[in-house]
């Protein structure tokens, strides 16, 4: 069975500084990987996506995350955070299209 | 713009009665999903449809029944039987039927959520 796990449930960064959100992963084939991004009250919008092309995938905002098979993780990361990046951001693995599992989430904070 | 809508945004329910959350799509997208978000918690998936007149119980159906009579609309009813309906609910589409993922992963297109309270 997949499932996910966001190591961190809120991390804070001030502006400007780097951001790194932990996601690891468990599943019995090779699955594809997302992160998506939650604004106070609204719908889940795509930041970025694997499935198994190069290992490291850029996404909007300048948000990156790398694929790693060996340790199971798809850590998401930006350089440089900008205060509109506030928000929750899910992880999540699939096997299947109708079976996506979403981690818990990372609420982020950026102090100006 | 193409995008799903979801109405009404926030649905207030007596205890009891049962409340339709609506959902339509003018994406062509064959698949459609109802998600409910509780606070501190991922995405857990009710039901989902890969065609027309065709849909398949999630992991927490219970207390929730769905229709899809059209391939834009994929309205959601919470029953009385549903115990805790208090919740965020997310409608969401995307162009396939059900799938593998790899190469061809198939993203979803979210609503912008419905909030149920019960009073």
């Known amino acids: 069975a997949q499932s996910v796990t966001q190591l961190d449930s809120h991390v804070s960064v001030s502006e400007g500084t780097p951001v790194l959100l932990r996601c690891n992963y468990s599943?019995?084939?090779?699955?594809?990987l997302f992160w998506y991004v939650q604004h106070p009250n609204k719908g889940l919008q795509l930041l970025l996506k694997?499935?198994?092309?190069?290992?490291l995938v850029k996404g909007i905002n300048g948000f990156e995350a790398e694929f790693k098979k060996s340790e199971t993780s798809f850590h998401l990361t930006k350089p440089s955070a900008h205060m509109s990046d506030a928000a929750e951001y899910f992880c999540v693995v699939s096997e299947m299209t109708h079976d996506m599992r979403f981690g818990a989430g990372t609420r982020l904070t950026v102090k100006p | 713009d193409g995008g799903i809508t979801q109405s009404p945004k926030y649905l207030f329910r007596k205890e009891g009665q049962n409340v339709t959350l609506s959902c339509e799509q003018n994406?062509?997208?064959?698949?459609m999903y109802w998600y409910r978000q509780d606070p501190g918690q991922g995405l857990r998936l009710i039901y989902y449809?890969?065609?027309?007149?065709?849909?398949q119980k999630g992991d927490i159906a219970e207390g929730y029944s769905v229709s899809r009579e059209k391939k834009e609309s994929f309205p959601l009813t919470v029953t009385s039987a549903q115990k805790n309906p208090t919740a965020f609910y997310l409608c969401?589409?995307?162009?396939?039927?059900?799938?593998?993922?790899?190469?061809?992963?198939?993203?979803?297109?979210f609503g912008a959520g419905s909030r149920l309270t019960v009073l």
């Open positions: 994406l062509n997208h064959d698949a």
């Open positions: 599943s019995s084939y090779s699955p594809s």
């Open positions: 694997y499935t198994s092309a190069a290992t």
């Open positions: 449809s890969q065609i027309v007149n065709d849909f």
């Open positions: 969401a589409s995307s162009a396939h039927a059900v799938q593998l993922t790899g190469s061809g992963a198939n993203v979803l297109t």
